[in-house]
């Protein structure tokens, strides 16, 4: 009987520590959770001022900026980009990534959207306008018109 008694006290020591330990558990779970949070905030907000950069730089270069004004804020442009792509890169192999997936994928997206504008730049006021064969398909649709 003592040893059973033994046995049962043994039992309830194991499960007592258990939910001490539980209580340590739950202070980190919580910890994490902040920090999944913080993560998703990070990214809401840089996907946000990345989306509304892109917007202003549509409106901006959509009046007829020249192109000397686009080879000025070029490099500023592709600096941006990189860091950007840089930040996102070191909160995608973060411990945290997975609980904000969603909010890194529109962090993400955001970035496509600068590389794209950086892109279209380049070809429609630096490349384009300078192509020989673009510049005698024009002068020969205006002759058509006049």
Same mark, same amino acid.
């Given at each position: 009987?003592?040893?059973?008694i033994?046995?049962?006290?043994?039992?309830?020591?194991?499960?007592?520590?258990?939910?001490?330990?539980?209580?340590?558990?739950?202070?980190?779970?919580?910890? =994490?959770?902040?920090?999944?949070?913080?993560?998703?905030q990070?990214?809401?907000?840089?996907?946000?001022?990345?989306d509304n950069?892109?917007?202003?730089? =549509?409106?901006?270069?959509?009046?007829?900026?020249?192109?000397?004004?686009?080879v000025? &804020?070029?490099? =500023?442009?592709?600096? &941006?980009?990189?860091?950007?792509?840089?930040? =996102?890169?070191?909160?995608?192999?973060?411990?945290?990534?997975?609980?904000?997936?969603?909010? &890194?994928?529109?962090?993400?997206?955001?970035?496509?959207?600068?590389?794209?504008?950086?892109?279209?730049?380049?070809?429609f006021?630096?490349?384009?306008?300078?192509?020989?064969?673009?510049?005698?398909?024009?002068?020969r649709?205006?002759?058509?018109?006049?």
């Amino acid at each position: 009987m003592v040893a059973c008694i033994d046995d049962i006290k043994t039992k309830i020591e194991t499960v007592k520590n258990k939910t001490d330990s539980s209580i340590i558990d739950e202070v980190a779970i919580d910890a =994490y959770l902040d920090k999944i949070l913080a993560v998703r905030q990070i990214a809401d907000n840089m996907a946000s001022d990345v989306d509304n950069l892109v917007e202003d730089l =549509y409106e901006f270069f959509s009046r007829d900026t020249s192109p000397e004004l686009f080879v000025e &804020l070029r490099p =500023y442009m592709e600096t &941006l980009n990189a860091a950007a792509t840089r930040f =996102y890169n070191y909160m995608k192999e973060s411990e945290y990534s997975a609980g904000a997936k969603a909010s &890194l994928e529109e962090f993400r997206l955001s970035i496509g959207g600068l590389e794209e504008i950086i892109h279209d730049l380049v070809l429609f006021r630096i490349t384009l306008p300078n192509c020989p064969r673009l510049q005698e398909l024009a002068k020969r649709i205006n002759e058509m018109h006049a």
